[in-house]
């Protein structure tokens, strides 16, 4: 990397204003640049991409009409936080609707929620309908409200991706897949998509610029306390299940630390040989003590980032594997003042079958697991251990056999899993053993959702239902690969809602700011609660929490004063969805604002040369890709990335 550019981007990385300038009215000069083109124009998007949001995102001064505290997680179904010390039922009684309505242009592997209109949609190289620039496109921004689709222009194959937000707002898109079609390989790629308010913003990718230390296939990715990431863990290479051979055990921040004798590279950890084989995707949770929940395979950790030590914790109860290709969900249930913000997770679903069998064994028809296990995460829970309960089942996934396609016996069409979990469920985590589940009143889908499918909660509280695609390329087949959206909607929509002004672009820690409010008649109090909407892709949800504010409302019920995060461990700065809910369990509409100053996270210029560096020399040989299923795609019909 050139000397400038490494200036250029440490600057931007450590300043939370920006003096460059990227022509976002110019699509062809992000394309230019994005391709690498045109390098100086690609380092100044790049800076420019880390810089804090313009301040005409946020329009804080209007009223809203509008979403909740959904935690929304593939098998896990959806959480319904609550604030009081006394139970009381979390679900408002009523009529839920589910609607179809509208398309995604690319089916929705990833998804996540970057604006209170719009999510961003990634999905793998395949020879989908939606194009960009003259060749296929693989990601698309969707308006929630229109329902209009834009294509966006990545360089390289988004497929096995993990993603987090950073501290400043961008999203981080790292590892990938090799090349599939067209585009370019994206196994140590890192992208970047700053969101925009006026439908010009594009991902930034240059691997000249920024990349990965190694290539991560399936890992996965948190934002921790300072607003960067943590990378995790994947292969080098796809397969259906990792292995010693293809593992990459490793760690990484982005931006790049030196830290614990390790500048800028990557880190080993012990956790991920012990997890082996079946540790694609691995759960992690970030925890009130800065410490990390991590689960995977059979296996579970508290990760101290900071000291790089690992404390083991009992492993997940029955046998039961949690992680791909046996995924399962896993969600941090909701931290408030009441419980003393302690930290507790739930985890559901999974599989007992062995992670060293073959294709000659894995079916389509093998049962899944329907254990849901908790851990309180203090001394005292650690000790208790995981507690087990039983799920009847959950929107999204199959009731039998395995996430992936083209590998196992009894293959539906391409699929390896069949019998379509089509009914959601809700869990109440403050009702009593047993009464948890419920599907009252809740539709049935007419639309498997099953491997590469995706859910999340969206701002205005409902639920965004899309992707499906057991599929090596856009196919017919039973379970064919989906672009219809459908959207959720719990009876609370339904009902008159509060709606709130005044929420100011940046809420720092322990910044006291008020809202006006405007509450519905039956209304006697309200709770303030605070969301990560996190980044959805194969049954987990990166980042994914929920966090109850300190609140007071005035005795007219018009002004609601509300206190930051107390600290960054427990919500990580970056953005965050704020929701007025009535103690009859209304929600307003979630608006959108950036937990802390707003700025980049802190980067070392050191760390980041000694990592291009690095990762430029390392020359490993990397092993052939699998024959067959996941993982083994090779290039057809090859397409020129950039139109002539």
């Known amino acids: 990397m050139q000397e400038q550019e490494l200036n250029l981007l440490t600057n931007s990385l450590s300043s939370s204003s920006h003096s460059v300038s990227c022509d976002k009215g110019s ?49 896990a179904s959806l959480v319904i936080g609550r604030t009081a010390t006394e139970h009381r039922c979390a679900v408002v009684p009523g009529q839920w609707s589910l609607v179809q309505n509208g398309t995604t242009g690319v089916s929705g592997l990833q998804v996540a929620v970057t604006s209170e209109k719009t999510v961003i949609v990634l999905d793998k190289v395949e020879h989908s309908p939606l194009t960009v620039d003259g060749h296929i496109a693989w990601v698309s921004e969707v308006n929630l409200d229109t329902k209009e689709v834009r294509a966006l222009n990545p360089a390289s194959n988004t497929w096995c991706a993990t993603g987090s937000f950073l501290s400043n707002g961008t999203l981080v898109s790292s590892g990938g897949n090799p090349v599939v079609i067209t585009g370019s390989d994206g196994l140590q790629a890192l992208r970047l998509f700053t969101p925009c308010n006026d439908g010009t913003c594009d ?72 997890s082996l084989n079946a540790n694609h995707f691995p759960i992690m949770v970030y925890l009130p003590d800065g410490t990390i929940f991590v689960a995977a395979n059979q296996n579970a950790m508290i990760f101290n980032w900071k000291t790089n030590t690992e404390t083991r914790l009992p492993n997940i109860p029955n046998g039961v594997r949690i992680t791909s290709p046996f995924s399962a969900g896993a969600t941090l249930l909701p931290l ?59 929107l999204n996934g199959a009731q ?111 910044h006291v700011f008020e809202l006006s409010v405007s509450l ?12 990560d909407l996190g980044f959805a892709t194969h049954g987990i949800h990166m980042d994914q929490r929920m966090l109850t504010l300190v609140s007071s409302l005035s005795s007219d019920k018009k002004l609601l004063t509300v206190t930051g995060p107390p600290t960054p461990a427990l919500f990580p700065p970056g953005p965050a969805y704020l929701f007025v809910v009535t103690d009859d369990g209304v929600p307003s509409s979630g608006h959108k604002t950036l937990v802390g100053t707003g700025a980049a996270p802190p980067s070392d210029a050191n760390a980041t040369a000694n990592m291009m560096k690095v990762s430029a020399q390392s020359g490993v040989d990397w092993p052939s890709p699998p024959t067959q299923g996941e993982g083994g795609d090779v290039a057809t019909a090859m397409i020129p990335v950039e139109s002539t």
Not at 58 to 70: A, F, G, T
Not at 227 to 242: A, K, Q
Not at 483 to 506: D, H, K, N, Q, V
Request: aromatic content about 10%; hydrophobic content about 35%; some cysteine.
């Open 27 to 75: 699509r062809w000069a992000i394309r230019r640049a994005t391709r690498g083109q045109d390098p100086e124009n690609s380092a100044q998007c790049f800076a420019e991409s880390l810089a804090p949001f313009s301040e005409d995102l946020y329009s804080p001064k209007r009223m809203y009409q509008s979403p909740l505290l959904l935690v929304i997680s593939l098998y």
């Open 520 to 531: 519905p008649s039956t209304a006697s109090n309200v709770s303030v609660s605070l969301m």
């Open 400 to 510: 039998t056999g395995v996430a992936g396609y083209g590998f196992g016996r009894n293959q539906i069409g391409s699929s390896d899993a069949d019998h379509p979990a089509l009914t959601p469920v809700v869990y109440d985590p403050a009702a009593p053993l047993g009464q948890r589940f419920s599907s009252d009143g809740i539709p049935t889908s007419e639309i498997p959702r099953m491997y590469h499918s995706t859910a999340s909660l969206i701002p205005d509280g409902g639920i965004l239902l899309a992707g499906s695609n057991p599929n090596a390329d856009v196919s017919t087949v039973r379970f064919q690969t989906e672009y219809r959206m459908e959207f959720l909607s719990p009876p609370y929509m339904s009902l008159p809602r509060p709606c709130y002004a005044g929420l100011p672009e940046t809420v720092d820690f322990g």
């Open 203 to 274: 991902i930034f990718e240059n691997q000249d610029v920024i990349r990965l230390t190694s290539k991560r296939w399936y890992p996965a990715s948190v934002r921790i306390e300072d607003g960067s990431v943590l990378i995790f863990g994947g292969s080098i290479i796809g397969g259906f299940v990792n292995s010693e051979t293809i593992s990459n055990p490793t760690y990484e921040f982005f931006p790049s630390k030196n830290i614990n004798g390790f500048n800028g590279v990557q880190i080993p950890s012990q956790f991920l040989h012990d």
């Open 336 to 394: 408030t003042p009441e419980n003393g913000y302690t930290p507790e997770i739930l985890v559901c679903g999974g599989s007992q079958l062995s992670d060293s069998d073959g294709g000659s064994v894995i079916d389509s028809q093998s049962p899944t697991s329907d254990q849901c296990s908790r851990l309180v995460l203090d001394a005292a829970g650690i000790a208790e251990g995981w507690k087990v309960e039983t799920m009847p089942q959950a």
